[in-house]
């Protein structure tokens, strides 16, 4: 029988480290992702791994770089703010082609914001974060099972694709609890890590330039634009739930998701034809998939914790065709930072949609 | 609040195939009023959370305001008495009006009033037999400094499904 626990998204994300066979972990707490540290810190060294609370999220980052340099499979996790404190190692590890996983809890932002639920850093996460116009990898887990699963998945792609690959989830995410099936997950095999870092010994004494296009920034980002286009071919992820036959598509990721998901059953009891395109990468963006879907549809709602950032994507790859609404943080049940958006709401959102159209 | 619904949450994981506990509390962890919602289910849990609960249980004047009037109609409140001065004008659910605070301190231990309300829970919803949540509470203190209080929340629990059994006879009535 399955091993199946009750556990938070934090607690399965630092399982998924373990199952994923993650070997380095340096992290600064930060509510609400204090969780996967206080797991990781007494189980990753049970498995023969290095966990290292550092004094801020800058040397945790620097410390991952290094670390991955070597080869290690190798991970941090922090809320927002760490992550912006994070940009210019990420922005350097893009250059470099480090493989890094970086797990976002996000926060209430901007500044250094609240510790309750939200969805304000998908542009900075998707759209790079740092300088330079690289991309990374975003993968959204919305539920505890995901949690545990995609970080496995984000630390064979960050090997597969020798980048950073963010897994963001939210407050409620990752504080909640489900029942988890701990399973290892093989996603294929993986090319040699050639590129390590072994010391001056290992290779007699030769020094080693790390870097194939040191200088050459014309053939570093032909070279990054043929590996995004790669990845956009093969690595898309989404659900589409209810989608087939829906007139109207709500889009959202992470928790809202599921709330999106919930408003779909209490819907079509009311026999109405809502489906909702769940996304679980961020980027790459499911562009074709929600174009297909749009075709088909009346009009899109896009629902996020957030003032409206996911909504960009959503109209850029519907290119005007299909009406987008968006219920964004005004649909969270109270006004302070604990609110936030319940199926029920989001099923207000979709009658009022209607009923005006 | 929060323990109890990850004791119910627990408890609840080897009776049903799906089993959510969302916490909503930030900074109240460290006092100040907070939330959470448990679902236990068979059918798959779409959502997380629902806005409309079978169930609430209410230990706070805010969270009166909040979700009274959210119980699905034919729903279930129990309201800590001790607590909450304010009465239902709803009557489409069924109330207990139960004096946990009260009950609990003359247990010895103020701390308990919300397994008072959970044993409640159990007894007039039935979901759960109370040995789970003795099992549950046994499976989280036992070995911890939690251990010594576990005596008394056995019998917080024994005494909230009373509470519902002897209302349901004629005996103690909320006031």
Redesign the interface.
Known sequence: MADRRLLSGNEAIGWGAILGECKAFFGYPITPQSEILEFLATELPKVGGVFLQTEDEIAAVSMVYGSSMTGTRTMSATSSPGISLMQETVSLMAYLKVPSVIVDVCRFGPGSGMAQTSQTDYRQVTKGGGHGGYRCIVLAPSSSQECCDLVQLALWLADRYQMTVYVLTDATIGQSCELVDLKTRDFGALPDKDWVIRGLDARGGVRQGFHQHMWDYVGYHQDMNEKYREIAENEIKYEAYCADDAEVILVAYGYVSRMAKGAVDLVREEGLKVGLLRLITLWPFPTNTLRELGSRARRVLVVEHSSGLLVEDVECALQGKVPVHLLGIWGTHRRDSSGIIYPERIVEEIKQMESVA | MLTMG?VL??AG?SHY????????????MRGGEC?CTVTLSNKE????????PSAAILMGAGAWM?HEPQVKPGGLLLVDSSIVAERTMRDDVTVHYIPATQMALELGLAMVSNLILLGAYLEATKALPLEAIEKALKDKYTGTKGERFLPIDLEAIKLGAKFITDSQTGGRHGT
């Open positions: 990850k949450a627990q994981s195939r799906y089993v959510t506990y969302h916490p909503n509390y930030g900074p109240s939330e849990n779409t959502s997380i959370a629902s806005r409309n909040l």
